[in-house]
């Protein structure tokens, strides 16, 4: 393990993942690389762009901090491509049952409850206040947002993204590449990639 931390994006994402690691009291430093973005948060400076992603490889711990799946996946992908040592970030007050899989570049957020027996993959976003019940199989580079809940046995396909306060039953599949509507309830397999919403959720796009 080393002890530096570097987060890849200081914007919103990047800043919550931060403020995890701060929590996490695991590294003695940590910083941010961003295209855009210049300024410290929380006291914690951005180093430089992506551009100098090589000079940190050796000496930091690298996370991407990118909410959306696809550019999340991309930034992973060079990163692992670079050999970097990517960790697992789990906020102090989260829940995390027994015999449960992170994968590496995951994320999980305050007030999160995964219960035992549930398999995540790499790259997934674990948001606020959600919970994910026994025997799940969340997929590589998920978002499960804010207070989404998920029964026993689900399975959400990679890529997918569940938006807030989503609520799937139990047994169901969701498709890879899939895009869950705020509020949605899912009661019923998606066997397709696409745009779905409502309650019962059916498809918008
Ligand atoms: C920490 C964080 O912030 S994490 C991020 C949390 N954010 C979220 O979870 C956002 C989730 N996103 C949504 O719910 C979006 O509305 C999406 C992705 C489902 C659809 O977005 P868009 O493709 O832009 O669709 P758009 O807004 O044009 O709506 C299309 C139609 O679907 C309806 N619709 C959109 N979202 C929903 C929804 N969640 N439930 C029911 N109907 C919906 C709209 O009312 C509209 O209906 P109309 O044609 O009758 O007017």
């Known amino acids: 393990m080393r002890n530096k931390l570097l987060i890849i994006g200081a914007g919103g994402h990047g800043r919550v993942i931060a403020d995890i690691a701060l929590q996490m009291e695991k590294w ?4 941010f690389l961003d295209d855009s973005n210049t300024k410290p948060y929380m006291g914690l400076h951005v180093l430089g762009t992506t551009q100098n992603l090589s000079e940190y490889i050796d000496e930091y711990e690298i ?8 550019k999340r996946k991309e930034v992973n992908d060079l990163i692992e491509s670079f050999g970097a040592e990517i960790p697992v970030l789990i906020h ?6 027994s015999q449960v899989v992170l994968g590496m570049g ?12 549930s398999v995540i993959g ?13 025997d799940n199989s969340i997929e590589d580079f998920v978002h499960i947002s804010p207070g989404v809940h998920l029964a026993g046995s ?15 039953s ?27 919403a409502g309650i019962p959720a059916k498809r918008l796009k």
């Open 170 to 196: 139990n047994n169901i599949k969701i498709n890879n590449n899939c895009i869950l509507g705020a509020g949605s309830v899912v009661v019923k397999d998606i066997t397709e990639a696409g745009v779905f």
């Open 106 to 117: 995951t994320v999980v957020m305050a007030g999160v409850v995964v219960n035992c027996c």
């Open 92 to 97: 102090p007050n989260a829940v995390i049952g």
């Open 122 to 134: 790499k790259g997934c976003i674990i948001n606020t206040g959600s919970t994910i019940d026994h």
């Open 154 to 168: 689900v399975n959400v396909g990679y890529g997918s993204w569940l938006g807030i306060g989503s609520v799937v």
């Open 28 to 31: 003695k430093s940590i910083g």
């Open 63 to 70: 996370i991407v901090g990118i909410g959306d799946n696809s």
